[in-house]
């Protein structure tokens, strides 16, 4: 059986692939390999923008969101892209795919980034360096496009690293290094640090994590408002945000499968209280609370029954998963039975706090076309 605990050090990966319109564009017409392109709106007519620009672009200081006019400007043999979403789309599946070889805690930021929480992957591997690695290789493999990782024990850091070798970039920032890093960092790459807070930090002497380090945390509030709670913390290298599934899981649970049929009440209740001790510690990665709680059961000729249980608020503690798993198992009369796999599964979910990122990229895709 898996034991995990809620304060395990997390193991987060950021997934970003390099340049992702144009690259797919590069990769599926020839032309353009080693050209500046750019995907996204036309220079002629009005308010056209620049989605992704190529490398060969961005040589000429072309960027993403860019007005197509300046770009062209800027690079007048850069070749404009019309950008073709359901072959993003169809990549996007694809490396999500990918992932999901690795871990079910895949937390998409768009189209081609999403943060992974791999601290209990499923293939066992245990090394999140070895998992990115074999990621970034599957997507080469499969996909013939590069993507950077980044490697850290939380969100905020992995997202840095994977910008810091791009393209093809590998950066892994590990639990001794992270304070340096953090002191080294420029306040302008501190989350939610924007133009107008970064040049007020500047005229305050703040140019980097280290001199933020100086402040108390009052005092960050009192010059920052709430969100200096925050710097207060990421400068320390602290960052509970959890890597959060936008998919709907409909169901979480554990089961085990004993090496010897079990055949008392007693061992029965035990095996109960093991595998709930899983339920419980998913339930918890995973933020979710459920109304249902269903105990499978499969006796030693491979018939299988399931009992379940409803309650009319949502639960994830452990007391109640167990004690309901406890009651459904003695409605079977289990007594006279040879058992050879029990499980407990929490279904039901509670609406849970979904991100709006499908959302915004629709809108970022209107707005391409305009
Ligand atoms: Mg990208």
Known sequence: MESS???????????????????????????????????GGSPEGRGGVVATASYEARKFGVRSAMSSKRAQQLCP??????????????VSAHIREIFSRYTDLIEPLSLDEAYLDVTDDKLQIGSAIEIAKQ???????????????????????????????????????????????MESLPVEKFHGVGKVTAEKMKKMGLFTGADLKRLSEQELKSYFGKVGAFYY?????????????HRETKSLGAEDTFPVDLTTLEEMEAELEKIGKTVVTRLQRYELKGRTVTLKIKYSDFRQITRNQSFNFPINDYETIVQTAKQLLIGTQPEDQKIRLLGITLSNFHELNLNDTDKANQVTQLSLFD
């Open 5 to 39: 605990s809620h304060t395990t050090q997390r193991k987060i990966i950021h997934i970003d692939m390099d340049a992702f319109y144009a690259s797919v564009e590069q990769r599926d017409n020839p032309i353009y390999r080693g050209k500046p392109i750019a995907v």
């Open 77 to 90: 043999q850069l070749i404009f892209v019309r950008p073709r979403f359901d072959a993003y789309k169809a």
């Open 135 to 181: 990621i970034k290789q599957a997507i080469k493999d499969e996909l013939n496009l590069t993507a950077s990782a980044g490697v850290s024990i939380n969100k905020f850091v992995a997202k840095i690293a994977s910008d810091l070798n791009k393209p093809d970039g590998f950066t892994f920032i590990g639990p001794s290094t992270i304070a340096s890093f």
């Open 233 to 245: 913390q990421i400068v320390r290298g602290i960052d509970d945000r959890r890597v959060q599934p």
